[in-house]
């Protein structure tokens, strides 16, 4: 190869020019290390218009399946698709014989304007032919065009003749020559060419190397000057891939940012894609961002695309429908067929958008109709169309399109055909069988969804007899398989596990399915790391770091459930009534803002804490039922309908209501046992898998068993055996079981399993179970029920804070059924204040017991003060024994004026006695009492009239 020689000028600018440059990085053998800045100018004032950034002709057919010969574009068009066909785009496939036949197509159509096709069609030729004769005739194409006078055929014959250019046309002397006429025109891809031939003759110094860069560099810098700022892309991106130069990614930066402040888009997404990947020392996401979304409005469909995407999921931006909507769209009119799936999603509501299903279905079937659709789009449409509402015309097309997609191996539409059986075999129990084949065929090829779904039917009875070990053999292959949900569940049944090993795995489930979005498992293990209870270990570090990922969630609704149950749970393990009430006020702010679960759970909760008023429950249901909530209309309906002062009509309305909103305890509530078809009606409830849950089987049972059929008791029987093999590990399931069996569901004998259920059911949280297992005791339903065990429940209640269980323990106690003393008494009395129940009746008999020393140790100041509470609540036998303590003196100073005082009350309240005594002391006058005549009648009648109604 011979040697390089320069014009002296140029090396002299070259020499005076690396002169004036820092070098910081030590100069490569192949690249040398050139450390320019982008020149200090004006790039508004400077920079002309490019003149090959138009507008693409818009792709309104796919041309690799049409007849080119029939196009009528201009001349330009042509050259710029047939181009974009031969690169390939965002838009097209790579299809350089398409590109080709363009290309001659329009030389015939347009030989006037054969000067623009030359060129492409030689690159094209150049590229992509298998023959010498194409070879030769790109050749021939060039040749005619550099001796037309084009600078940029010379180039391209540089490259055609150059060492990366075919072998069989391989010259370096020519293509030298050809490199070096496009670099002295001042082309500045034959300048790159050249220099980078130069930076590769092994003959060459490296004085000559750099110096023939820097020239290169030069006269792009003069290109820019002179108004091609495109040039600034250029040298970004010899930088960027050390290309020339040594790779420095700082300076490329500077270059190209640059150049995207003329506004070119196509180097805004460069720079997009740039400052997220890991070239750049670091990812700085916002500034991606905004140059993302100079690409968009530059109109790059790809960048409108990402920045759509983007917009609809809140990933990187704030979630906004109108402008993910606003950029797709852009994408989807420049033949970006993914952006007419993404806008098919949106308006069918899978962002949280407001739902278009006309909008969403135009732009399904514009997906459907796309060859190169993703494998999603049939599963999503169908899905669309089987939403709620839809037609039965929509719910066949779905099956019709969703059995195509599975017959084509989709495991995916085998499932969401599963689910359009399971809904319809709700009214239509015939259906189910074929729900259950459909997730059966989506199980056996790892669809997580439909062998959860399998574990439900089996666990319900939903087209199959139901089977416990068959629902949690499937739900462990659906964790498996990845359902998250399924993974929790898995994880509780192996805490119940006796061996430590199964233990420690479930507690491995729990916390994959929390940090894998798990509502349920975010709050279970969140609360036990915090408390170090139910075999997990303390580990508050480990409970922050889950909180965190709650906080970072961007589905509004997975981090509004994650919440919710994060405050169940700690209410469960919680030890302290305080404790559990500082969880239910920390629902107040999602109660506020109507949040339908969050007031349900609040009724729950306090139930729970037996802190539940019948004002207050009637109140929180009352809303949830005004909100439209089913569970609230139910229990609002049950509570008018067992309130004798409403109309019942009101209560039966609201079950109905219920019942039409899908609730199934509602439906099943409206059963009238006196019906002769009861039993067939209910047969049918549960034939179709409603009854899923533990609650739902036990009121199923509760129903059987009020049926006069024999056939009725034996299906209670069941269906309350089937809620006691799934009852394990929840306080209310076990609960709902237990008060079952304690209501003779199962029969008087089976009474005493109750115990067994409260007492697992307390062990887990619920505290006011204390009460059941109390009355169980006190009713001698137990096996060794016991009075002193009764009060011992009781007590733990009412130190718990249970105003009921204080009442209940003081009737008791009146009523001689439990032992105690007048401090323990006082004591309940102090902490009910005003709130003791029937305290004339109750706090009367406590003093006679007292006072019989009954109670232990007599204490007659004790009982002065309650009798004073009796009395106070009206009872006239404790306003006499205050007029006889004050009169005598006993147990307090004597006071004749309160005595007879007392003795008034007392005679008005209706105390015949003292009515009579005042009848007489007024006659004859006493100590304290004057004679009074007039009074002494109105006694004396009192007392006849007291007389005759006894």
Sequence with gaps: MRKVHFNRSIIAAASALAASVAFVAPVRADNPSILLDPPNLDYKAVCKPPTDQAPRPKLDRDWTKSAIGEIKLPARDIVALAVEYSRGSERVQKAPAVAEEMLRAGLKKYPAQDDIFLIPLARVLMENSSTIDELREAESYLLDAYG????????????????????????????RFYLEKSALAADPQGMIEYARIVTLDPQATEEQKKGAVTNALLGLIGQIKEGDCSALN????????????????????????????????????????LYRSNQVDQIDIQKSMTYLKQAADGGMSSAQFSLGKAYATGISVPQDSKLAIKYLSGASDAGLHPADEWLARIY???????????????????????????????????????????????VNEALRILQAAADAGSADASDEIGKIYLEMGRKDPSYLSKAMQSFSEAATAGNSDGAAKLAGMFACGQGAPISVELANDWRHKAAIFGSVYSIYVSGLNMLTK????????????????????????????????????????????????????????????????????????????????????????????????????????RAQLLQRAGQATPA????????????????????????????????????????????????????ISLIDPGDPQALQQLAKMTAAGEACTVDAMVNIARVYSTLPDPQAKTLARYWLSLAESLSDQDADDLYTVGAAFRDGIDGVES??????????????????????????????????????????????????????????????????????????????????????????????????????????????????????????AGEPNAMYRLYQAYFFGNGVAKDTAKAFDWLGKSGEAGNQRAARELSVAYKVGVVGLKPDADKAAYWDGKFKALSTAQ
Excluded at 830 to 853: M, Q
């Design 751 to 872: 009474r005493a399993k109750a115990e067994g259920f409260f007492l697992r059911s307390y062990a887990l949280g619920r505290i006011s179970v204390l009460r059941d297992l109390a009355e169980g005791h006190l009713q001698g339903i137990w096996t060794d029920s016991s009075v002193d065990k009764a009060k011992a429940d009781l007590l733990k209640l009412y130190a718990a804070g249970d105003k009921d269980a204080a009442n209940k323990l003081i009737s008791e106690i009146a009523n001689e059924r439990m032992v105690s003393n007048p401090a323990e008494v006082n004591e309940l009395l102090t902490f009910l204040g005003t709130d003791v129940n029937a305290p004339g009746k109750y706090l009367l008999k406590i003093v006679r017991l007292n006072l019989e020393g009954k109670l232990g140790t007599r204490d007659d100041a004790m009982a002065i003060r309650w009798l004073t509470v009796s009395a106070d």
């Design 498 to 601: 006796a061996d430590e090993a199964d233990r420690a795995k479930g507690r491995v489930y729990l916390q994959q399915a929390a940090f894998k979005g798990s509502p349920e498992a975010i709050g279970y293990v969140v609360a036990r790391w915090e408390a170090g209870t139910d075999s997990f270990e303390q580990n508050p570090e480990a409970a922050e770091r889950l909180l965190r990922f709650v906080a970072s969630l961007k589905d509004n609704e997975q981090r509004r459930l994650a919440q919710l149950s994060i405050i169940s749970n700690r209410f469960d393990v919680a030890s302290k009534l305080a404790d559990k009430l500082s969880q239910i006020a920390a629902l107040d702010s999602m109660i506020q803002a109507d949040d339908r679960d969050a007031l349900m759970l």
């Design 348 to 394: 069918a509501g899978e962002f949280g958008a407001g739902r278009d299903d006309a909008k969403a279905k135009e732009y399904f079937q514009r997906v459907m109709q796309a060859q190169d659709h993703s494998e999603e789009v049939p599963v999503q449409y169908g899905e669309f169309l089987a939403s709620s509402g839809a037609s039965k015309e929509d």
């Design 148 to 175: 037309a006078g084009s600078i940029r055929a010379a180039f391209a014959l540089g490259q055609l003749y150059g060492d990366d250019g075919p072998s069989e046309m391989r010259d370096l002397t020519k293509s």
């Design 234 to 273: 250029r040298i970004g991106f010899l930088y960027l891939r050390g290309s020339l130069v040594s790779k420095e990614v700082e300076t490329a930066l500077k270059w190209l940012e640059a150049f995207a402040r003329t506004g070119d888009p196509r180097t805004a997404q460069n720079l997009a894609e």
């Design 616 to 667: 207050a429950l009637g109140d929180t249901y009352k809303k949830l039922a005004q909100l439209g909530d089913p569970r609230g209309m139910r229990e609002y309906g049950k509570i008018l309908l067992s309130d004798l002062s409403q109309n019942s009509e009101t209560g039966r309305t609201w079950l109905k209501k219920a019942a039409e909103a899908g609730d199934f305890k509602a439906k």
